[in-house]
Nanobody, 124 residues
Framework: QVHLVESGGGLVQAGGSLRLSCAAS????????MGWFRQAPGKEREFVAA????????NYTNSVKGRLTISRDNAGSTVYLQMNTLKPEDTAVYYC?????????????????WGQGTQVTVSS
């Protein structure tokens, strides 16, 4: 069992920055591939970014490439999402997720554990 808790969301103006954190507890954190997803009102949950066990491989959805950066600190059992040059269309609830298989996936159902989410609102 892995327990995930996100933090760092908030209200920011377009062009601004936020850093989301996801603290993990429970089973060995560094054995999980980690991902960030987001869900806007009335829309399905979508993949944002993922990082492999040791942090050497990352993947992003096209709309965030060059603006958002995923990273992890295995010693601190934390994964981060640095969000720069934010746009109003980035507004959503952001979720952290853990996947026991170290294979890249954008499908929410392939992730085993989820946090409760943190709201990010970008004003124009």
């Amino acid at each position: 069992q892995v327990h995930l808790v996100e933090s760092g969301g908030g209200l920011v103006q377009a062009g601004g920055s936020l850093r989301l954190s996801c603290a993990a507890s429970g089973r060995t954190f560094n054995s999980y591939r980690m991902g960030w997803f987001r869900q806007a009102p009335g829309k399905e949950r979508e993949f944002v970014a993922a990082i492999n066990w040791i942090g050497g491989s990352t993947n992003y959805t096209n709309s965030v490439k060059g603006r958002l950066t995923i990273s992890r600190d295995n010693a601190g059992s934390t994964v981060y999402l640095q969000m720069n040059t934010l746009k109003p269309e980035d507004t959503a609830v952001y979720y952290c997720a853990a996947r026991s298989l170290n294979i890249f996936s954008t499908t929410p159902t392939s992730y085993n554990y989820w946090g409760q989410g943190t709201q990010v609102t970008v004003s124009s």
